[in-house]
T-cell receptor, first 116, second 115 residues
Framework: AQSVAQPEDQVNVAEGNPLTVKCTYSVSGNPYLFWYVQYPNRGLQFLLKYITGDNLVKGSYGFEAEFNKSQTSFHLKKPSALVSDSALYFCAVRDVGGGATNKLIFGTGTLLAVQP | NAGVTQTPKFRVLKTGQSMTLLCAQDMNHEYMYWYRQDPGMGLRLIHYSVGEGTTAKGEVPDGYNVSRLKKQNFLLGLESAAPSQTSVYFC??????????????FGQGTRLTVV
C-alpha cells in the first residue's frame, strides 16, 4: 500500500545549526517525491521534488533533500536554519508507473521550530 | 494567472445540511485532488481525478461525493454534513507527467465548521 511516514511530530533546532526533517515512503511502483511547507493559516507551498536522476535535489529557500532508494527515504535538509523557516513541513509521494494509482499521499507533517 | 481557486473560503453548516465546495484551476492540469487537514492527521486524500469525467476514492471518501464534468473544475459535495466533517479542505491540481511540472498546486483552503 502507498504510504508516507514522518516519524517526528516536531523538530527543534537553534538558528544557524543544520536541520533535518525525516521522511520514509512505501509505493508499489516508482515514486515521485515532494516536500511542501505550510505557514499558519495558509495553503501548501512547494519546496522541491525528486522525479529521477541525481539523488540530491535542491529547492527553494536553501532547502535540499536526498533520495535514498535502499532506505526508501527522502529527508529534507538545510545547512543553516533560520527563524523564518519555522513552519509545518509535509512530505508527499505519488505512485507512478504501470498499474499505479497516481494518488498523491501526504505524511502527517513535522513542525519545525527554529529558536533564535 | 489565478492558479487554484477554492470557493467558499469559510462556511458554517448545521448537521444534516448539504453543500458543495468548488475548485477551479486555470493551468490545464489533468489531475485534481481533494484533501482534508485535521490537527495531528496531516492531509488525508478524500477523492481524486486523473481526468475529465473520471473520479476515484482516496483514503477517507465516506460522506463525500465528487464530480469532474469539466477539466478545470472539481466539485466536492457533502450530502448530509456531520460534526466529524469539521475540517480545513484543500484542493490541488497537477500535470500527469513531465519532469518539470509534476508538483501539485494548492488552493488556499476552505474552513468548514459543522455544528
Amino acid at each position: 500500500a502507498q504510504s508516507v511516514a514522518q516519524p517526528e511530530d516536531q523538530v527543534n533546532v537553534a538558528e544557524g545549526n543544520p536541520l533535518t526533517v525525516k521522511c520514509t515512503y512505501s509505493v508499489s511502483g516508482n515514486p515521485y517525491l515532494f516536500w511542501y511547507v505550510q505557514y499558519p493559516n495558509r495553503g501548501l507551498q512547494f519546496l522541491l521534488k525528486y522525479i529521477t536522476g541525481d539523488n540530491l535535489v535542491k529547492g527553494s529557500y536553501g532547502f535540499e533533500a536526498e533520495f535514498n532508494k535502499s532506505q526508501t527515504s527522502f529527508h529534507l535538509k538545510k545547512p543553516s536554519a533560520l527563524v523564518s523557516d519555522s513552519a509545518l513541513y509535509f512530505c508527499a509521494v505519488r505512485d507512478v508507473g504501470g498499474g499505479a494509482t497516481n494518488k498523491l499521499i501526504f505524511g502527517t507533517g513535522t513542525l519545525l521550530a527554529v529558536q533564535p | 494567472n489565478a492558479g487554484v481557486t477554492q470557493t467558499p473560503k469559510f462556511r458554517v453548516l448545521k448537521t444534516g445540511q448539504s453543500m458543495t465546495l468548488l475548485c477551479a484551476q486555470d493551468m490545464n492540469h489533468e489531475y485534481m485532488y481533494w484533501y482534508r487537514q485535521d490537527p495531528g492527521m496531516g492531509l488525508r486524500l478524500i477523492h481524486y481525478s486523473v481526468g475529465e469525467g473520471t473520479t476515484a476514492k482516496g483514503e477517507v471518501p465516506d460522506g463525500y461525493n465528487v464530480s469532474r464534468l469539466k477539466k478545470q473544475n472539481f466539485l466536492l459535495g457533502l450530502e448530509s454534513a456531520a460534526p466529524s466533517q469539521t475540517s480545513v479542505y484543500f484542493c490541488a491540481s497537477s500535470y500527469s507527467r513531465g519532469l518539470m511540472n509534476t508538483e501539485a498546486f494548492f488552493g488556499q483552503g476552505t474552513r468548514l465548521t459543522v455544528v
